[in-house]
């Protein structure tokens, strides 16, 4: 124990903003929708935020871990920068409870020691900056909860010329959205699923605040925004809903916005059901492309054909992936298609793609007090 009676070391202690204090003594905070109302010393859902001397604070603030150097296609981010590497790194706690966490020892953990890394805002920007990361990812666990580090983070990279790129669920309120994503260049969000039921008893959450962080990203930010949703066999893969969940990107979003469809793998409190066949990967996409979506991809399987982005207006291959990967490169300098001069959404180097490829790179920072 600290002396703050936190199970944190006092320098990663802060006091956050989100927060209000209710007529019957607790302090209700106001980052996220679950709303926890703690009394003095208890902890939020997602860990990492506590009521500590009358206020809400941070108990994880410049701590991570881990950090490593990864292609940014494995967010998976396959319009934004393809080919260059990114800095990854999370904390510890999670605002959702999904059943099937496939990173479930990281977002699920309440212990300290999973917080084995240490290192401020601007060296981890300068330490991006010297790997040639063209940017910082904020992956592993949702950044939401770590609010005021990832921000920090945000800004000393913007300062460095490195860019920023959340990987989130989304599970967050309009006001600290709106500071969060000022801050932010690209965002992966993962759309569980598309009905209140799923996301209540597998996530213990809701999909309305989910589908207000999309449009907001979407129609209020210039920020590059991907979807993520992994399919479960029996719980979020049937017609009906991919068909409604595909829909809805498309008016709402725009037939632009590149949808992935990952393959699930039994983890966490969910080992009852079976890998995620590739016909549903597959047959998820054929439904996605039907419905009008231009770039849709599947993920944890395989399969270079669907990995690949084909232009929207001759189908010819403008960048082809095997996995993380880059093979042929069809675009010019202002990301048009060479074969026909349309435009590919994105955001592309001039200099053309990167070629970090698939390696993986741990980076360890010094111990900090």
Known sequence: MSESGLAAPEESIVPTKYWQRREDGRIQCDLCPRFCKLQEGQRGLCFVRARHGGQIVLTTYGRASGFCVDPIEKKPLNHYYPGTSVLSFGTAGCNLACRF??????????????????????????????????SVAFTYNDPVIFHEFAIAVAAACRARGVKTVAVTAGYVVAEPRT????????????????????????????????????????????????????????????????????????????????????????????????????????????????????????????????QTTYCADCDGVVIERDGYRLGRWNLDDAGHCLSCGSDCPGEFDPAGPGTWGARRLPVHFAQQR
């Not at 479930?104 to 010297?130: C, G, H, M, V, Y």
Request: net charge negative; aromatic share 8%; charged share 25%.
């Open 179 to 306: 500071e969060f994503y000022a801050h932010i260049d690209g965002a992966n969000v993962d759309l569980k699923g598309f009905s209140e039921v799923f996301y209540r008893r597998a996530c213990a959450g809701r999909l309305g605040p989910v589908l207000e962080t999309l449009e907001y990203i979407h129609n209020e930010t210039d920020v590059w925004l991907e979807v993520t949703t992994l399919l479960i066999p029996g719980l979020n893969d049937s017609v009906a809903e991919l068909d409604r969940l595909t829909s809805w990107i498309v008016e709402r979003l725009g037939p632009d916005v590149p949808l992935h469809f990952t393959a699930f793998h039994p983890d966490f409190k969910m080992q009852d059901r079976p890998p995620t066949p590739r016909e549903t990967l597959t047959g998820a996409r054929r439904i996605a492309i039907g419905n009008g979506l231009r770039y849709v991809y599947t993920g944890n399987v395989s399969d270079a054909a669907s």
């Open 101 to 134: 966490c496939q990173n479930w020892d990281i977002s699920k953990s309440r212990e300290d020691d999973t917080l084995t890394d240490r290192a401020s805002p601007e060296a981890i920007a300068q330490r991006a900056a010297d790997l040639g990361c063209k």
